[in-house]
């Protein structure tokens, strides 16, 4: 989906993809937001969230905590801990396949009867 800009431009309607089990994806104003899926208030989660293009906020469907996308600082709702944001990217700058790695391999637990 697309729509008109003032700047006389098309651009894309804001989404949020999610790319593993702890990474979301924001696309959003010609720039790609690699995020934490739940929120730091209560684990909600984002990839049911609201994005705002204007502001570069995501609400929590859940409480409604808005985090900025640049910072992660949150900005309205529920006192909690800043997103954790990953990477902001242009919008071309990484293919989605490569995104998983930027944030690092999963965290490791040792198998069970090994400690
Ligand atoms: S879980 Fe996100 S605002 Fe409460």
Redesign the pocket.
Known sequence: MSRDHADGGERRAPAVHQVTEDLVLVDVASRRVLAAAM?P????KLKFGYVDDESLRIK?P????TFDLDSGERVA??ACDPLRIYAVLPEDGVKSSDLSALAGPPPTTPPEGTT
């Open positions: 929120c208030h209560r684990q909600g929590c859940l409480h409604y905590a709702g529920p």
